[in-house]
Nanobody, 124 residues
Framework: QVQLVESGGGLVQAGGFLRLSCVVS????????MGWFRQAPGKERESVAH????????YYPDSLKGRFTVSRDNAKNTLYLQMNSLQVEDTAVYYC?????????????????WGQGTQVTVSS
């Protein structure tokens, strides 16, 4: 059974930063692509970052480039999302997601396993 457990969410003022973590168990973490998604109230879930199994390729939507950074530590089975210069519009539940294998795209349909989500709230 694959489990993904996120942590690191919370309340932060605009301009601040947070670092999310996601620990994965039950799958060979080093062989799968990983992603972060978010869902704000009343909006569809959207991709915020994607990283290949070997960390050679990362993806961010244009609106988040330069503020968000995804990374992973395969030795610790852990995925990270560093979020800087946070804005009120970044308020959402953030989800960690794992693909079944390598070669995934940032599209939600490519991810088979999901964490429970962690709330990020940015105040003005």
């Amino acid at each position: 059974q694959v489990q993904l457990v996120e942590s690191g969410g919370g309340l932060v003022q605009a301009g601040g930063f947070l670092r999310l973590s996601c620990v994965v168990s039950g799958r060979i973490f080093s062989m799968i692509d990983m992603g972060w998604f978010r869902q704000a109230p009343g909006k569809e879930r959207e991709s915020v970052a994607h990283i290949t199994w070997n960390s050679r390729t990362t993806y961010y939507p244009d609106s988040l480039k330069g503020r968000f950074t995804v990374s992973r530590d395969n030795a610790k089975n852990t995925l990270y999302l560093q979020m800087n210069s946070l804005q009120v519009e970044d308020t959402a539940v953030y989800y960690c997601a794992a693909s079944r294998t390598s070669g995934a795209t940032p599209k939600e349909a490519d991810y088979a396993y999901w964490g429970q989500g962690t709330q990020v709230t940015v105040s003005s």
